[in-house]
Nanobody, 128 residues
């Protein structure tokens, strides 16, 4: 199983980026997995950003990104997306995609331990 995150880069505050996470692997049925984005900065724990269930609903967001970020998926292409608008300097981090097969309504969806598979991360830097 491989989750390949891409789309990160350097952007000015107020700008936008769209991250992608391509899933592959013979034993990995993308449409069966809930998918999520986390982020991490040096010296801090990995932080939940957004989650989308295998059937596209429900979706959940960290309060700090609600209204600015949109998570989506294309089950036909095995790709997860994160559209990030109105970026702030505090959004600077390495962004990781992750997958799990718990209930779409699992209460602990913000915990990294819930997720079975992780991508390698893509750096997002927002300059102020």
């Amino acid at each position: 199983v491989q989750l390949q995150a891409s789309g990160g880069g350097l952007v000015q505050a107020g700008g936008s980026l769209k991250l992608s996470c391509a899933a592959s692997g013979r034993a990995f049925t993308f449409m069966s997995y809930n998918m999520a984005w986390f982020r991490q900065t040096p010296g801090k724990e990995r932080e939940f950003v957004a989650r989308i269930s295998w059937r596209n609903t429900p979706t959940y967001y960290n309060d700090s990104v609600e209204g600015r970020f949109t998570i989506s998926r294309d089950n036909a292409k095995n790709i997860l997306y994160l559209r990030m608008n109105s970026l702030k300097s505090e959004d600077t981090a390495v962004y990781y995609c992750a997958a799990d097969r718990r209930s779409p309504y699992t209460a602990d969806f913000q915990a990294p331990a819930v997720y079975e598979y992780w991508g390698q991360g893509t750096q997002v830097t927002v300059s102020s």
